[in-house]
């Protein structure tokens, strides 16, 4: 009114409207997946990452990647907080899920630019994701518990694009025995826990001395140098208490007058520190894992009665310790015997330049460790990650009982039978499920083009398979050529692709929603100041 202006945003507030704000969030997208694009499959380029400290990391897992990037762009957050969901749920296909997404928003940017509404877009992406569900279904490939061959096809599948990629069979054979040696059945239902398996990482010799433990690996040694460094038939007790004198909740004072009355009180502390120590000697067992302290005095004890103790074990291990020795975690000592668990071998070990305790022989642990060793600090990190992919890979095939070949072949299918399925729908959402099978050829395009392939051939070469009812048919970078990746044992669990496209697919229908942005004013002066004495407010 009266031409006067009418500011309801703050000053300094930025707002973008319309195609502008869906292009600028589609680029952001893009950039994010153009980004790791490069490091899909076994032909996929590694990532050197630096960090402000200087520290740099060597991987192609799209996850660590991404968690490495630092972006400023929201949409591009975005887009990273997909490979977390990715890896959170099925362990891999982080780099897969990144790439679908920038394609489907890629091929929607087209269809925005001849004006077909975001609404009828994402309507079609809908019935394309419903439809996908149902082609993964029928192509799939059962998987019984039996078929370990089949499960250690899936994790070498995995690492194929690590940098441990040589080693891929050796290390396959620890990741499915492992996995196995955890799985319980629950409601006739098998179900494999991989929060069992204790990873733990020492720099030192070579890929191959990469071990899987039937016990446990804990990162201490024991707290007495008189105590045995190697236990037979050990009788194992794990306490969730400090073996030590605590200190009282209220403050209070005493009143010693005399050098007798200051013996009388260590004399009495010493007693009852004695009496604990007494008591563990008198439940017979010859191994004490303890989650908290364990006095000196205590520990003389014990040596003196050759009981070897740990302290300060992690509460998450002393877990692990129950379900591989069969005790239970006691905080009283009163009546330990029934608390007991049995190795066969406890003992101290050199492991490099550290020592470690070693608990083997278990009977039917239930939790179990893996050892990896590596030349380098960055070859060890390196396959730790490959180790937790294929972990992650075989659990869900325990789970699904169900696979999909690799190597692009079930993206090609999608891609195919959506032609077909498009044809039944109104004109604009028709175009809106053909941009989504065509968003499916990225990743055969992508492996492709890794391996110096021409992705034209290769594509055409796929399309003519899959016509004649090849569903397995995928890209072999190694050969150069379309092959059965089935006969390849080239297979992934089929939640992995399920969690992809729905991920990407949402995220992707998401970001087309989005026709407004508005941004505040950035604040000045960058974090918050410390507070008084140096203290950080949030």
């Known amino acids: 009114m009266y031409g006067q202006p009418i500011y309801i945003l703050k000053e300094g507030t930025e707002r973008t409207t319309g195609k502008d704000a869906q292009r600028n969030n589609i680029s952001a997208a893009?950039?994010?997946?153009?980004?790791?694009?490069?490091?899909?499959?076994?032909?996929?380029?590694?990532?050197m990452l630096v960090d402000g400290f200087s520290d740099a990391t060597v991987t192609n897992d799209g996850v660590t990647i991404l968690k490495e990037i630092e972006v400023q762009h929201p949409a591009a957050k975005f887009?990273?907080?997909?490979?977390?969901?990715?890896?959170?749920?099925?362990?891999?296909?982080?780099?897969?899920?990144?790439?679908?997404?920038?394609?489907?928003?890629?091929?929607?940017?087209?269809?925005?630019?001849?004006?077909?509404?975001?609404?009828l877009i994402i309507e079609g992406y809908k019935l394309a994701m419903e439809e996908v569900r149902n082609i993964l279904e029928k192509i799939a490939i059962p998987v019984p518990f039996d078929d370990a061959e089949m499960m250690k096809n899936i994790s070498m599948t995995s690492m194929s694009s690590k940098i441990i990629a040589s080693e891929k069979?050796?290390?396959?054979?620890?990741?499915?025995?492992?996995?196995?040696?955890?799985?319980?059945?629950?409601?006739?239902?098998?179900?494999?826990?991989?929060?069992?398996?204790?990873?733990?990482?020492?720099?030192?010799?070579?890929?191959?001395?990469?071990?899987?433990?039937?016990?446990?690996?804990?990162?201490?040694?024991?707290?007495?140098?008189?105590?045995?460094?190697?236990?037979?038939?050990?009788?194992?007790?794990?306490?969730?208490?400090?073996?030590?004198?605590?200190?009282?909740?209220?403050?209070?004072k005493l009143q010693i007058s005399t050098p007798d009355q200051v013996q009388a009180f260590l004399d009495n502390e010493h007693q009852m520190l004695k009496e604990m120590a007494e008591k563990i000697i008198a439940s017979g067992a010859n191994v004490v894992l303890?989650?908290?302290?364990?006095d000196d005095i205590i520990q003389?004890?014990?040596?003196?009665?050759?009981?070897?103790a740990v302290r300060r074990i992690k509460k998450s291990d002393m877990k692990k310790l129950?379900?591989?020795?069969?005790?239970?975690?006691?905080?009283?000592?009163?009546?330990?015997?029934?608390?007991?668990?049995?190795?066969?071998?406890?003992?101290?070990?050199?492991?490099?330049?550290?020592?470690?305790?070693?608990?083997?022989?278990?009977?039917?642990?239930?939790?179990?460790?893996?050892l990896i060793r590596g030349g380098t600090e960055m070859v060890v990190n390196e396959a730790e990650r490959a180790i937790h992919d294929a972990l992650c890979v075989v659990r869900q095939i325990i789970h699904d009982?169900?696979?999909?070949?690799?190597?692009?072949?079930?993206?090609?299918?999608?891609?195919?039978?959506?032609?077909?399925?498009?044809?039944?729908?109104?004109?604009?959402?028709?175009?809106?499920?053909?941009?989504?099978?065509?968003?499916?050829?990225?990743?055969?395009?992508?492996?492709?083009?890794?391996?110096?392939l021409d992705p034209i051939d290769i594509l055409s070469d796929l399309y003519s398979k899959h016509s004649k009812n090849g569903t397995t048919f995928g890209v072999d970078p190694f050969s150069g050529s379309v092959a059965d990746m089935k006969k390849l044992n080239v297979v992934e669990p089929i939640s992995v692709k399920q969690q992809a496209i729905n991920s990407a697919s949402e995220a992707a229908m998401m970001i087309l929603r989005i026709d407004d942005v508005i941004?505040?004013?950035?604040?000045?002066?960058?974090?918050?100041?410390?507070?008084?004495?140096?203290?950080?407010?949030?």
């Open 300 to 308: 003389h004890y014990l040596a003196k009665a050759g009981i070897s």
């Open 290 to 294: 303890c989650q908290k302290g364990i």
């Open 169 to 252: 069979e050796f290390m396959s054979d620890i990741v499915v025995e492992a996995v196995r040696s955890v799985t319980e059945d629950r409601d006739g239902k098998k179900i494999a826990d991989i929060d069992n398996i204790l990873i733990q990482k020492k720099r030192g010799g070579s890929i191959r001395d990469t071990e899987l433990i039937k016990g446990l690996l804990i990162d201490k040694e024991f707290v007495h140098p008189d105590m045995p460094k190697k236990v037979t038939d050990a009788k194992i007790l794990l306490l969730d208490k400090g073996l030590e004198l605590s200190k009282t909740e209220i403050d209070a």
């Open 519 to 538: 941004a505040a004013k950035e604040l000045s002066g960058g974090p918050n100041p410390p507070g008084p004495g140096g203290e950080d407010f949030d």
């Open 401 to 452: 009982e169900k696979a999909v070949a690799g190597g692009g072949a079930p993206e090609i299918e999608i891609a195919y039978r959506l032609a077909e399925f498009a044809k039944g729908q109104p004109s604009k959402i028709q175009k809106a499920v053909e941009q989504f099978a065509k968003a499916m050829e990225i990743i055969p395009r992508t492996l492709a083009e890794n391996a110096g």
């Open 79 to 119: 887009v990273i907080d997909l490979a977390k969901t990715q890896d959170q749920e099925t362990g891999d296909g982080t780099t897969s899920v990144v790439v679908i997404a920038g394609e489907l928003l890629k091929q929607a940017e087209e269809l925005l630019d001849i004006n077909i509404h975001p609404s």
């Open 30 to 47: 893009k950039a994010v997946a153009e980004a790791v694009r490069t490091a899909l499959g076994p032909k996929g380029m590694d990532k």
């Open 322 to 370: 129950a379900r591989a020795t069969g005790a239970k975690i006691t905080t009283s000592l009163e009546d330990l015997s029934n608390y007991l668990g049995t190795a066969g071998l406890v003992e101290e070990v050199a492991i490099g330049d550290d020592h470690m305790i070693k608990i083997t022989d278990c009977k039917d642990p239930k939790a179990v460790s893996i």
